[in-house]
């Protein structure tokens, strides 16, 4: 009832009219957040039933048949694994909903992170089954400063000890995770506790009332007003009392909400959108992103108002490039409007460009509308200066602005790229700078010892997803060279020690082996790495990383003298060679 359907040479096109219904032209009726955590832990799926649950798509898709909504890219449906970011929103609870779907791969984490600073809230699913894991704190940690929930998916998976499991997420992320609905035996089904508790229900573990209550409690704490008429009345407030002070709570980290789903059998899915779109913040409620204007240490921290009659500010967080649509430009608009009339500056760009077709997107779909505002995030296509962290404004009083970024991850893990054949370079070049607009945790570097241009990322399983795309944009201009991939790590004597952000040995890593140095001294720390299990020196041979790694170490007498590895927590592996020379200094091992 609210769009224009019609056919203008031979295209069918959907219009939205600028004069938007209330649902949709006020900010305060948008959600935006992004579905954050380890692969594995159902985030696709989740957000596939929560679409259909919605009515936003016929019927819910599957990773294994490849027609999800979020992983509509060749490579994804090829690795049956998210590889980028995708957007895609519903409607519920008269609220507009928009939900980026990340990555959760450990190699692929930068272009998670990426979109925090485009959300209110982080939506961090965690596996019912695994438990907390490295992404897992990752993400938790680099969304401190946005409101967060936490969504134990999977709940259905046999044998899950719900207890437990709560509170291994309050030992690792505080006691202000509380649980604001519980599941039932078996994750049948699963119990609100928070809009209209049923205190006779039986869940899998606590019981309704103490779970109301804690959540009720833990609100109060920042308005003393509230708490006062809290005490005085002597009863459980109303949601609606509750609900400025849950946004604060939600704003000052004093409240994590937990809640539980099975995106496979379609338990607390409801729950779950009741929950978005009743209580998630809104634009004018959650914290906004850290703009800054100026460079270096010279920078002054300014703010954006979510006031649509302002200067347009809004900023580019993912860019795509592909070879048939071109390249496509996804911005949040933090402030202002954005129509297809409006002319805006890339950064501190003098000249500045019509938008022309300002674009609303649903995973691959683009749909032309009118009108963008605080909170909408929109699309740009085939505006070749666009980059990622580009701030777009319409006026030149924003010149110099830029939003703080996340702190990602260093790359650990290097791959050569070697032309086929002489006059290959500047394709190449191309292909890359692609790449690296794509990814922030990309990096080029030439090695002029060598000769080669190597590129580097998080792990060994985005080369094949390099590789991929390489050969779609540049066929037969490079081929990569797994005999000289490497992975960084640092010897040092005596301890263990986080190496993302340092220097180090290079292991050489040749046909997915990684080649343990003889002779090597010192405490090594192997960065970028997951382990389920501890390693052990005395098993002989290859001996895996886990379920989810896919690079293996030889780790007999023959490689490290049986010398134990040790799982670190969050980062790697400690291997344990002893400690026999000065280990401090950096070298390479090919």
């Avoid at 600028?18 to 380890?38: D, I, Q, S, W």
Wanted: with cysteine; net charge negative; charged share 25%.
């Amino acid at each position: 009832p609210y769009t224009t359907l019609f056919r203008s040479a031979g295209v069918c096109r959907l219009i939205v009219p600028v004069c938007l219904p209330a649902l949709f032209a006020e900010r305060n009726t948008m959600k935006v957040l992004a579905l954050a955590g380890y692969s594995g832990s159902g985030k696709t799926t989740l957000l596939e039933k929560l679409l259909a649950t919605a009515g936003a798509i016929g019927a819910a898709g599957s990773v294994e048949k490849g027609d999800t909504v979020s992983d509509y890219d060749p490579q994804e449906k090829a690795f049956g694994h998210s590889l980028n970011s995708a957007l895609a929103h519903l409607e519920w609870a008269e609220h507009w909903v928009n939900v980026l779907d990340t990555p959760g791969l450990p190699d692929f984490l930068g272009r998670a992170l990426a979109t925090l600073p485009a959300v209110e809230t982080a939506v961090v699913v965690v596996n019912a089954a695994a438990g907390v894991e490295t992404v897992t704190r990752k993400v938790m940690d680099a969304a401190a400063e946005k409101c967060r929930m936490i969504v134990i998916n999977r709940i259905d998976a046999p044998g899950v000890d719900f207890a437990a499991l709560l509170e291994r997420l309050r030992a690792a992320f505080g006691k202000e995770c509380l649980p604001i609905n519980l599941p039932t035996a078996g994750g049948e089904r699963v119990i609100d506790c928070f809009f209209t508790p049923d205190y006779d229900a039986v869940p899998a573990f606590s019981s309704v009332r103490e779970a109301h209550d804690q959540i009720v409690d833990q609100v109060v704490e920042v308005d003393e007003d509230l708490m006062a008429l809290y005490l005085e009345q002597g009863e459980s407030l109303q949601p609606e009392q509750l609900h400025d002070p849950f946004e604060q709570s939600l704003r000052e980290g004093h409240l994590i909400p937990v809640c539980f789903t099975s995106a496979r059998t379609g338990a607390g899915i409801t729950e779950l959108l009741d929950i978005m779109g009743r209580l998630l913040p809104d634009p004018t409620e959650g914290n906004p992103p850290q703009f800054l204007k100026g460079e270096g240490p010279a920078a002054q921290a300014v703010s954006a108002t979510t006031d649509a009659d302002q200067h347009v500010i809004a900023h580019v967080f993912q860019v795509s490039n592909d070879p048939f649509r071109g390249k496509l430009g996804l911005f949040r608009i933090h402030q202002g409007t954005v129509t297809p009339n409006t002319q805006l500056f890339i950064g501190d760009a003098r000249k500045p460009f019509k938008v022309g077709h300002l674009l609303r997107v649903q995973g691959k779909n683009q749909t032309e509308i009118d009108v963008g505002i605080p909170g909408d995030i929109c699309a740009v296509a085939r505006i070749d200066e666009i980059h990622r962290d580009a701030v777009l404004h319409d006026s030149h009083d924003e010149d110099h602005f830029h939003v703080a970024r996340p702190r990602y991850p260093q790359a650990v893990f290097g791959l050569a790229l070697l032309p086929e054949k002489h006059g290959d370079e500047q394709r190449l070049s191309e292909a890359l700078h692609r790449l690296l607009d794509e990814d922030p945790c990309l990096s080029v570097e030439h090695d002029a010892q060598a000769k080669e241009t190597v590129l580097r990322g998080l792990g060994g399983r985005a080369a094949p997803v390099v590789a991929g795309r390489l050969e779609g944009d540049c066929a037969g201009a490079a081929e990569l060279d797994p005999a000289v991939a490497e992975l960084e790590i640092a010897a040092v004597g005596g301890g263990q020690q986080d190496l993302l952000g340092g220097q180090g040995l290079e292991l050489a890593v040749a046909g997915g082996e990684l080649e343990m140095p003889r002779g090597l001294d010192g405490d090594v720390v192997v960065a970028g790495l997951d382990a389920d299990r501890p390693l052990v020196g005395n098993e002989a041979g290859a001996t895996g990383l886990g379920e989810q790694g896919d690079a293996r170490a030889g780790v007999g007498d023959q490689a490290l003298g049986g010398a134990d590895l040790v799982m670190l927590e969050g980062d790697g592996i400690q291997i344990a060679a002893g400690v026999a020379d000065d280990a401090g200094g950096a070298r390479q091992v090919h």
